[in-house]
């Protein structure tokens, strides 16, 4: 079971009627709930501090880390193929991967000739700042180069973790809600850039991109916001500059 997130092994949820009285259990819901409690301060405690850890060595090193975080299918391989492709030779880059199971998004970035390290988190739904440390450590990122940490699909529990990155990128669709930085405001609130991703879409969806950004702003009014378009590519430039305008120069360090 995943105390930090209250996902367990079977998938189940325990959920409660408004209103409904509990009698001689509420004692021991009260001692669970406490337990539970102590064990979330406990992992994220930990994590924090190995968060800590990462972030100093992608300092020392000079490591642009960006956390992607997003809903299933938003599109984040697709963006970072895109990305690696466009922009081979202008930066040097490093990718891991995070997915339940399967080497799949892994197979896709290694044909783009970058290092990538896949980890598969089994039954749990998110990366955590352990998993990130062995990975780097594993891979050895060169100096000077950006690190894309490609979460786990999930706008929940990802955003309870410090991986240790410069950067989170939460990334949305347009063949997503609109009301999806109100439904999910800890990740948006704990990024820093948003990506719209799928504009080409547009004409084709009942999606209205304005009122996005609006709910994104009512939750987090200092994030950056691009739109674009891995398909027709419109757009793409910008994030391209974005990123560009965050790698430190080694003479700056």
């Known amino acids: 079971m995943c105390a930090t997130c209250g996902c367990d092994t079977d ?5 409660h009627e408004p209103g409904h009285h509990h009698d001689h259990n509420d004692h021991h819901s009260h001692d669970h709930q406490k337990k539970v409690v102590a064990v979330e301060k406990d992992v994220l405690n930990e994590n924090n501090l190995l968060a800590e850890r990462n972030r100093g060595y992608f300092e020392a090193k000079n490591i642009l880390a960006l956390n992607l975080v997003s809903s299933p299918g938003s599109g984040k391989t697709s963006l970072l193929e895109r990305t690696l492709k466009d ?16 080497t799949n998004d892994a197979d896709r970035i290694h044909a783009t000739g970058t290092k990538v390290v896949q980890i ?3 039954k749990g739904c998110h990366l955590d700042a352990h998993m990130v440390l062995h990975a780097v450590q594993g891979m050895k990122p060169k100096n000077d180069s950006v690190l894309f940490i490609e979460n ?12 240790g990155e410069k950067e989170r990128v939460v990334i949305i669709s347009v063949t997503e809600g609109d009301d999806k930085p109100l439904k999910y405001p800890d990740m948006f609130y ?5 990506i719209i991703n799928k504009t080409d879409l547009l004409p084709y969806v009942p999606f209205d991109i304005e009122k996005v950004k609006a709910n994104a702003k009512k939750v987090n009014h200092k994030l950056e916001i691009i ?5 027709n590519g419109e757009g793409l430039q910008i ?15």
Not at 11 to 15: D, L, P, R, S, Y
Not at 90 to 96: G, K, M, P, S
């Open 227 to 231: 739109e674009l378009s891995c398909t």
């Open 152 to 163: 786990v699909g999930n706008l929940v529990c990802p955003a309870m973790f410090d991986l």
């Open 11 to 15: 998938g189940n949820v325990t959920m």
């Open 239 to 253: 994030w391209y500059d974005w990123l560009k305008s965050k790698v430190l120069a080694p003479e700056t360090v």
């Open 120 to 122: 598969n988190t089994g």
């Open 87 to 102: 922009m081979k030779g202008e930066l040097e880059f490093a990718v891991i991967e995070g997915d339940q199971q399967t």
């Open 190 to 194: 704990s990024s820093t850039l948003c």
